[in-house]
């Protein structure tokens, strides 16, 4: 089992920054990928960010050039540096790990963090 726990989220003013960050504990040397994904109201999930085991990351279209995911092996952290943010980012953001186990992908996720764009 692996446990996700948010933290860094709040209301910023359009242009503002926030860093979120998710800490992992349990069996995190199980894990692949750790991932940011968000949902506005009345939208479904989508995926922010994700950085793999071999810090590979890939980016939604929309936040390229504006957000930063990183990870920390060393304190089982991943890390979302969100800036230039705009009204349209706002939504519950998710922290997401998977691990391969018994041939199938395995998602934990954490409780969710409000971040609110607005003036």
């Known amino acids: 089992q692996i446990q996700l726990v948010e933290s860094g989220g709040g209301l910023v003013q359009p242009g503002g920054s926030l860093t979120l960050t998710c800490t992992a504990s349990g069996s995190v040397s199980t894990i692949y990928s750790l991932a940011w994904y968000r949902q506005a109201p009345g939208k479904e999930r989508e995926l922010v960010a994700v950085?793999?085991?071999?810090?590979?990351?890939k980016y939604e279209d929309s936040v390229k050039g504006r957000f930063t995911i990183s990870r920390d092996n060393a304190k089982n952290m991943v890390s979302l540096q969100m800036n230039s943010l705009k009204p349209e980012d706002t939504a519950v953001y998710y922290c997401?790990?998977?691990?391969?186990?018994?041939?199938?992908?395995?998602?934990?996720w954490g409780q969710g963090t409000q971040v609110t764009v607005s003036s």
């Open positions: 950085i793999s085991i071999g810090n590979t990351t």
């Open positions: 997401n790990a998977a691990r391969w186990s018994e041939r199938k992908w395995i998602d934990y």
